[in-house]
């Protein structure tokens, strides 16, 4: 499987100057976060993947991704329907990669 990437939108509180980016790959899902002087990065791997949540509004949607590894869930907000449904859709439908 090819990573897909997904832009959060630069109209959605807190992506104006630097919006967050989620990657899905075949080994892990990676949430970018980028700020003035840092860049915060999150992973969790397929295999610790517990759910998906996803949140819609009129256009936008939040994504909620929690893992079974006991860290913290993954949040990102202000992505458009269609990309918070195709990031469930790959970490549900396909398998991670097998070690």
Do not use: C, Y
Request: charged share 25%; hydrophobic share 40%; no cysteine.
């Amino acid at each position: 499987m090819a990573p897909e990437m997904f832009k959060a939108s630069r109209w959605t509180h807190g992506n104006f100057l630097f919006p967050t980016v989620i990657e899905v790959t075949d080994q892990a899902i990676i949430r970018r976060k980028r700020s003035w002087f840092s860049r915060d990065e999150m992973s969790i791997a397929r295999s610790k993947i517990a759910s998906v949540h996803i949140k819609t509004g009129i256009i936008w949607s939040e994504v909620l991704i929690e893992s079974s590894g006991g860290t913290d869930p993954m949040k990102s907000h202000g992505h458009r329907k269609a990309d918070a449904r195709r990031i469930r859709d790959l970490i549900q439908t396909s398998e991670p990669a097998a070690s």
